[in-house]
């Protein structure tokens, strides 16, 4: 049986893009051609937007119980905390930062596929691909050499910085590598200031230094070693390691039994359109930025998340419903501009080099800290809650008081989160009544039902499958509503 979606990369991103598709009973082979998940932690933060999401998925509570929880984040230049954002107040089920390296959140993603039953097709490689308007044909090659011709109504790209799926779309990868050298470490640590429940962020005259918790007593290092030199970064050794967290950090930390060593440089690239026809790109495929602020991987789950509950609903229709999938590129290419600006500041300021740019960025930083609203709007951009489609096109009418189309939904506490069926369906935050029902049962199919509205009690809502709101109106509008639905689920010429 030939499979609807055919996805090319089973990391985190490419992961999550199947199991939400699984979970939504559409036909998947993903396929790798790496012999073996990662063994490395790599990415290290999963944010609380994510988990929200993932906790609709069902695999959120796995997570959480086998990461780290970081509450918090420090600033510090000439050994005093100019900055501290506090994320515990954030509103979300998460109010942390989740430290679980990559390795055990691809097995844990990768164990919920199964339950889903799918599995990642390891060894195997996508070689070239064409498409018309019927569907996709892609040639994949096997670890033995062997060739198979898969047909798939929609092809995924999630395979990395380096996409082969990018490359066969003959897309720009716009922007630029900096030209600077970074080190990372993840190694065992002692005699670090403070809580294993902050990271902390070094402003130094020499560059930058910061330090993640990854569980008790192992911690993540990373700073910036200068110019770039030779066509590679070099891997550093612990001396060197050392040298620059005594340097730049507090003298009495020691590192050893590093678990991971490795040089870098930062690319900051983005494809304009993340869709081609059938062909959608996802995560690394179509963004890569900073680590600063670890949201990469985060953004590329959420790509996933925005794309799967469009896809779902398009595939094994008659006809494809453009307006739905139009909006994906729409969407997610804004996130991932503003992502890609927002990490690059962060770089930016803490690589920063002349004395008197530093007098004035601490000076700056230090008074901007001392303001509550300022704490909390970083803190709600960190962990990603903030993060939303005002401008996305499947924003509807906005009559009641409350979030605006676009704007996340907070999940509400002890109930199901919306999107977590089997399912894509829409919430319908609304007191019942004659109008009401009547527009449940246009729409039995896209809607299930919620308490009345927690933001306004005049008003209904109207919430997407990955809980955003898509359109409020005042109580007797039903109408509008249902004229928003149909706007955006027609399906198109």
């Given at each position: 049986?030939q499979p609807?979606v055919?996805?090319v990369?089973?990391?985190p991103?490419?992961?999550t893009?199947a199991?939400?598709l699984?979970?939504?009973g559409?036909?998947v082979?993903i396929?790798?051609?790496?012999a073996?998940?990662?063994?490395k932690?790599?990415?290290?933060v999963?944010?609380?937007?994510t988990l929200?999401l ?5 695999c959120g509570a796995a997570m ?8 918090g984040?420090n600033?510090?230049?000439h050994?005093e905390t100019?900055?501290h954002v506090?994320?515990?107040g954030?509103?979300s089920?998460?109010p942390?930062a989740l430290?679980?390296p ?13 339950r889903?039953?799918?599995n990642v097709e390891r060894?195997v490689?996508a070689?070239?691909?064409t498409q018309?308007?019927?569907?996709v044909?892609t040639?994949?090659r ?5 060739e198979e011709?898969?047909e798939s109504d929609w092809l995924i790209?999630?395979d ?7 490359h066969a779309l003959?897309?720009p990868?716009s922007g630029?590598?900096l030209q600077?050298d ?9 005699g670090a ?6 990271l902390s ?6 560059g930058v230094l910061a ?6 007593g ?8 200068g110019p770039?030199?030779g066509?590679?970064?070099a891997?550093?050794t612990?001396?060197?390691v ?6 730049r950090?507090?003298?009495e ?6 678990v991971w060593?490795s040089?870098?440089r930062?690319?900051e690239?983005k494809v304009h359109d993340y869709?081609?026809g059938?062909v959608?790109l ?5 963004h ?11 953004t590329?789950?959420q790509?996933a998340?925005n794309?799967?509950?469009k896809?779902?609903?398009?595939c ?5 419903p ?5 909006s994906?590129?729409a969407e997610r290419s ?10 690059g500041?962060l770089?930016?300021?803490?690589v920063?080099?002349?004395p008197v740019?530093?007098?004035?960025r601490?000076?700056?930083?230090g008074v901007?800290?001392g303001f509550?609203p ?7 951009q ?5 993060i939303?489609?005002p ?6 009418p906005h ?5 605006a189309?676009g ?9 199901k ?6 399912r894509?369906r829409f ?6 009544s004659?109008?009401v029902?009547r527009?449940?049962?246009e ?8 308490p ?5 009690r ?6 997407r499958p990955?809980?955003?709101?898509a ?12 004229k928003?639905l149909?706007?955006v689920?027609?399906?198109?010429p």
């Amino acid at each position: 049986m030939q499979p609807e979606v055919l996805i090319v990369g089973a990391g985190p991103v490419g992961l999550t893009m199947a199991a939400e598709l699984k979970r939504y009973g559409v036909s998947v082979r993903i396929v790798d051609k790496a012999a073996h998940r990662s063994d490395k932690s790599k990415a290290l933060v999963i944010w609380s937007r994510t988990l929200e999401l993932l906790d609709r998925l069902g695999c959120g509570a796995a997570m959480v119980a086998a990461g780290h929880k970081v509450t918090g984040a420090n600033i510090i230049a000439h050994g005093e905390t100019i900055g501290h954002v506090d994320v515990t107040g954030v509103a979300s089920p998460y109010p942390f930062a989740l430290m679980l390296p990559q390795s055990e959140t691809e097995r844990l993603l990768e164990a919920q596929l199964s339950r889903l039953g799918a599995n990642v097709e390891r060894q195997v490689e996508a070689l070239r691909f064409t498409q018309d308007a019927e569907g996709v044909t892609t040639i994949l090659r096997s670890a033995d050499g062997a060739e198979e011709t898969v047909e798939s109504d929609w092809l995924i790209g999630c395979d990395g910085a380096h996409s082969v799926i990018r490359h066969a779309l003959n897309l720009p990868f716009s922007g630029d590598t900096l030209q600077t050298d970074w080190m990372l470490a993840d190694t065992h640590l002692t005699g670090a200031p403070g809580s294993d429940a902050e990271l902390s962020v070094y402003w130094h005259a020499d560059g930058v230094l910061a330090i993640f918790p990854i569980s008790p007593g192992r911690y993540r290092v990373v700073a910036d070693v200068g110019p770039a030199k030779g066509p590679h970064p070099a891997d550093p050794t612990l001396e060197e390691v050392q040298a620059i967290v005594e340097r730049r950090g507090v003298p009495e930390m020691r590192v050893s039994d590093p678990v991971w060593l490795s040089g870098f440089r930062i690319n900051e690239r983005k494809v304009h359109d993340y869709r081609v026809g059938r062909v959608f790109l996802v995560g690394d495929a179509a963004h890569v930025h900073s680590p600063a602020g670890g949201q990469g991987m985060n953004t590329g789950m959420q790509d996933a998340v925005n794309l799967a509950w469009k896809l779902a609903l398009a595939c094994g229709a008659s006809r494809v419903p453009e307006p739905l999938l139009a909006s994906y590129s729409a969407e997610r290419s804004a996130v991932g501009e503003q992502i890609l600006k927002q990490a690059g500041r962060l770089t930016a300021l803490g690589v920063m080099r002349n004395p008197v740019g530093q007098a004035v960025r601490n000076l700056v930083a230090g008074v901007a800290f001392g303001f509550g609203p300022v704490q909390r709007a970083m803190a709600e951009q960190l962990t990603e809650i903030s993060i939303g489609y005002p401008h996305g096109p499947l924003n509807g009418p906005h009559g009641a008081g409350g979030p605006a189309p676009g704007e996340r939904a907070a999940p509400d506490a002890g109930r199901k989160p919306v999107g977590a069926g089997d399912r894509p369906r829409f919430a319908l935050y609304a007191a019942r009544s004659p109008a009401v029902d009547r527009l449940i049962a246009e729409h039995v199919d896209l809607m299930e039902t919620a308490p009345r509205s927690p933001f306004d009690r005049d008003g209904l809502w109207l919430v997407r499958p990955d809980g955003y709101v898509a359109a409020s109106v005042k109580v007797g509008d039903e109408a509008s509503l249902a004229k928003h639905l149909d706007e955006v689920l027609r399906p198109g010429p």
